[in-house]
Each structure stands twice: as structure tokens, then as C-alpha cells.
């Protein structure tokens, strides 16, 4: 079975700096898709960044970027320039393919709260 | 604006009783989903549904039953069953592709006492 790990509970990181967040995973799947959700104290869940596993390139999007290292089974966050408004809960996703039935199930890390200091 | 709704944002039960949580979506996407959250623990699923009048069992969905009698609508109740019910429930939809990300409704936030 597919499972999602995030090793780190809480993490702080002071305004402008640079933050990196762990996930790491278990697959014997060699296609699959991976996310990183943002939760704010609003509880809305927003989705940061994607990475489909073919693909040796590491997604960005704007100051978010992410270590994606497939044989390590590694997907790193990399959050630039923090602000005030990147304090959330983030979680790691992990969704492949499951031919025989044809449904996907997303599998959730447990969450990695990220405090930013002024 | 596509989106999905969960209504309502807030909900007071006393124990013994049944509720259901409400969720619907207009992004037009064929699955839906019912999650879990607890401090601490992530977001568990509950049940999901890939089609219309069909849906299957998540980690958890004991003392928790789902329909789907409509494409936009996966209403979730939790049953007097269900030994733990206080908690905050999320909905999310996606498209058919397994690389469609899931979208999210805000939540529901149950207490049962």
C-alpha cells in the first residue's frame, strides 16, 4: 500500500528566508501525480504545486518550488522570500493509478505547520 | 464561480442522533470525495464516488453513509454508530483524469455532545 510521510510536525522560518519541507512516500507504481496542499487558519484547502513522476523537471510556481527526487522517493517543498501569509498547515499528496477498479485514491501526509516569524 | 459548497459551516449534535453534511460541486467533476480531519492525523477518507448512484468505502467509514443520486451532490451522514463523530469534515471533487487535483469545500466543523 501506498503510503505518505512527513517527518516534520512544526516548522518555523523568519520573514524573507528561505523554508524547505520533508515528504517522502512509498510507491511501487511507477506513474503517479504528487501535491502539496496549503491549509490556511481558514481550513480551506488550496493546492500549491503538482508533479507528475515522469517528469525529471521540478515544478515551480512563483516562490514555491519543489526537490522532486524519484528514486529517493523524495518530493520537497521549497518555499522562497516567506511571508506572513505562507503560515498554514501544508500536506504532502500522493495520487496514482489504479487500473483494476478505475478509481484513484489520494493518500494525505500527516501535515507540516509552518510558522512564520515577523 | 465554479466551486463546491459545504453547508452548513458549523453543526451541534447530541449523541444518539443522525446528521448529514452537505456537499455540493458545479466544476462538472465526476468524482467526489468525503475526508476526515483530526489533529494530528491528516485527512482520512471516508467514502468516494467515481460515478453517479456508485461509491466505495474509504479507511474509515464506519458509522458514516454516503448517495449519490446526482452529479453535483454527495451528502454525507454520520450515523449515532459512528464512536468518535466529533471533528472537522472536508468534501473535494475531481475530474476523471487521475491527475486532476482535488478540489475542496471549506469544511464542516461537527460537534457532538
Known amino acids: 500500500a501506498q503510503t505518505v510521510t512527513q517527518s516534520q510536525p512544526e516548522m518555523s522560518v523568519q520573514e524573507a528566508e528561505t523554508v524547505t519541507l520533508s515528504c517522502t512516500y512509498d510507491?511501487?507504481?511507477?506513474?503517479?501525480?504528487l501535491f502539496w496542499y496549503k491549509q490556511p487558519p481558514s481550513r480551506q484547502m488550496i493546492l500549491v504545486i503538482r508533479?507528475?513522476?515522469?517528469?525529471?523537471q521540478n515544478a515551480t510556481e512563483n516562490r514555491f518550488s519543489v526537490n522532486f527526487q524519484k528514486a529517493a522517493k523524495s518530493f520537497s517543498l521549497k518555499i522562497s522570500d516567506s511571508q506572513l501569509g505562507d503560515a498554514a498547515m501544508y500536506f504532502c499528496?500522493?495520487?496514482?493509478?489504479?487500473?483494476?477498479?478505475?478509481?484513484?485514491?489520494?493518500?494525505f501526509g500527516t501535515g507540516t505547520r509552518l510558522k512564520v516569524l515577523a | 464561480d465554479g466551486g463546491i459548497t459545504q453547508s452548513p459551516k458549523y453543526l451541534f449534535r447530541k449523541e444518539g442522533q443522525n446528521v448529514t453534511l452537505s456537499c455540493e460541486q458545479n466544476l462538472n467533476h465526476d468524482a467526489m470525495y468525503w475526508y476526515r480531519q483530526d489533529p494530528g492525523q491528516g485527512l482520512r477518507l471516508i467514502y468516494y464516488?467515481?460515478?453517479?448512484?456508485?461509491?466505495q468505502k474509504g479507511d474509515i467509514a464506519e458509522g458514516y453513509s454516503v448517495s449519490r443520486e446526482k452529479k453535483e451532490s454527495f451528502p454525507l451522514t454520520v450515523t449515532s454508530a459512528q464512536k468518535n463523530p466529533t471533528a472537522f469534515y472536508l468534501c473535494?471533487?475531481?475530474?476523471?483524469?487521475?491527475?486532476?487535483?482535488?478540489?475542496f469545500g471549506n469544511g464542516t466543523r461537527l460537534t457532538v455532545t
Open positions: 464516488s467515481q460515478i453517479v448512484n456508485d461509491f
Open positions: 508533479q507528475e513522476a515522469y517528469k525529471q
Open positions: 499528496a500522493y495520487v496514482g493509478s489504479f487500473r483494476a477498479s478505475g478509481t484513484y485514491k489520494y493518500i
Open positions: 510507491t511501487s507504481e511507477s506513474d503517479y501525480y
Open positions: 473535494a471533487s475531481s475530474g476523471r483524469s487521475y491527475n486532476s487535483p482535488l478540489h
